[in-house]
């Protein structure tokens, strides 16, 4: 698999721009920057929900922890 760091993304750019036609660089730009902050947006989104499940998987398992000291604890008493 492909790995593209910030240096080489950085590199790719100032060719991009300093390969483009002088006229069309402000447009250029504006759509490397509106494409670079809709990844930025959606990584944010996707971060977000895996943090979510996360959670929610750690609470379950949580929960399961709870029940096992639970039954545990009853099964001493009942000794």
Do not use: C, W, Y
Request: proline share 3%.
């Amino acid at each position: 698999m492909i790995q593209i760091g910030l240096p080489e993304l950085l590199l790719l750019a100032i060719i991009a721009i300093t390969a483009s036609n002088p006229k069309s660089l402000i447009s250029t730009l504006r759509g490397f920057i509106k494409n670079f902050l809709q990844i930025k947006k959606d990584i944010n989104i996707a971060k977000e929900k895996l943090e979510n499940e996360l959670r929610v998987t750690e609470i379950k398992q949580d929960i399961h922890n709870e029940e096992i000291l639970k039954n545990i604890e009853d099964d001493g008493k009942q000794q």
